[in-house]
């Protein structure tokens, strides 16, 4: 995309403590910060992994309340009860009025869009189609009440059982099992761009460096593809990391593999094409360790992902005129170097 994003995953952690009165006001002093500095930002409402509670947490309450129907995490998706309790916390973030900007989140401009969910999985139903009526259900859901903002899933990209690409892109055969399809999910009506993430080291144990660029390489390809050609959406990549603990990590493969994503990206985009952007996972300030992981970094101790990052940046925003408007961008882009 042509401004700055910032994914963020921590809505989860105010579903666990619902009425917690200061974790609402952190997240509205989040979006106030965001709304200073021309940042917009792209909210995930739930997580499929355990971190920040996610479905997990969901099942663990209906059947605590004894109205589960099942203690499978899987059960998020099918249960009613918790597709009641879902339902009823995202109308919660939606119409909740900030305390510093007195917008709702439905209204506030510095919210580029919303996740649906991070990841989704339903592997005890690999034909996907449990998971698809979640997705239509909710997505209906998150538009009857906010039509300002635009949706996207959080999908990882994986191709279902039925499409024939799961075995010419996926990684390997498990990926046409967990129950998503890329193509099937994002051709939801009320779904506004695609969302897809690479991770090439979790999904991969045997190949080297250069065999995972040439892999994401036709991954990034075939994805914008099918939005080009098939479901006429946008694409994002809304993460992609590579991690420090490869046996053969040098530093130095960062840039050249974030430079494969972003290359293919902007030629798409320089003709006009599906591919909208990319955010990577993931860039901290320093005194953030604690919350670091294999993939983190802080750009500008590394000078070369500082300035391939930018440059990206200003690539798609000249491509646009946005670098003629008053701003972030105008002063970041009207340097040389970029």
Not at 65 to 85: Q, T
């Amino acid at each position: 995309m042509s401004v700055s994003i910032a994914i963020v995953y921590t809505l989860p952690i105010i579903v666990v403590y619902f009425n917690n009165f200061m974790l609402w006001q952190a997240l509205d002093y989040v979006i106030a910060e965001a709304r200073q500095h021309g940042i917009r930002l792209l909210l995930s409402l739930v997580n499929n992994l355990q971190a920040y509670g996610g479905k997990t947490q969901y099942v663990e309450w209906a059947w605590q309340e004894g109205v589960g129907l099942s203690s499978s995490n899987d059960s998020f998706f099918f249960d009613p009860s918790i597709r009641k309790y879902f339902k009823n916390y995202v109308r919660t973030v939606l119409t909740r009025k900030n305390t510093i900007t007195g917008f709702e989140y439905r209204n506030d401009p510095t919210i580029f869009a919303w996740e649906l969910m991070n990841e989704p999985r339903c592997m005890s139903d690999p034909s996907g189609d449990t998971l698809q009526d979640w997705l239509e259900e909710m997505t209906a859901f998150i538009k009857s009440i906010d039509k300002n903002h635009l949706l996207t899933i959080g999908l990882e990209g994986f191709y279902g059982p039925k499409s024939p690409k799961k075995s010419t892109v996926n990684p390997e055969e498990w990926a046409s099992t967990l129950g998503s399809d890329f193509v099937r999910n994002s051709n939801i009506t009320n779904v506004d761009f695609t969302s897809v993430h690479i991770y090439p080291d979790h999904w991969f144990h045997v190949l080297g460096f250069e065999e995972k660029r040439n892999y994401v390489s036709k991954w990034v390809r075939s994805h914008i593809e099918d939005c080009d050609k098939e479901l006429k959406k946008p694409v994002m990549f809304t993460e992609y990391g590579l991690s420090n603990q490869n046996k053969d990590f040098q530093p130095s493969q960062r840039e050249q593999f974030y430079r494969t994503i972003l290359d293919i990206i902007y030629k798409s985009a320089k003709k006009k094409g599906s591919g909208a952007g990319a955010l990577v996972w993931q860039f901290f300030v320093e005194g953030m360790e604690e919350y670091n992981d294999e993939f983190g970094l802080v750009p500008w101790e590394t000078p070369s992902i500082y300035k391939l990052t930018v440059q990206h940046s200003c690539r798609l925003a000249r491509i646009q005129g946005l670098t003629q408007e008053k701003g972030n961008l105008k002063d970041l882009c009207s340097k040389k170097e970029n």
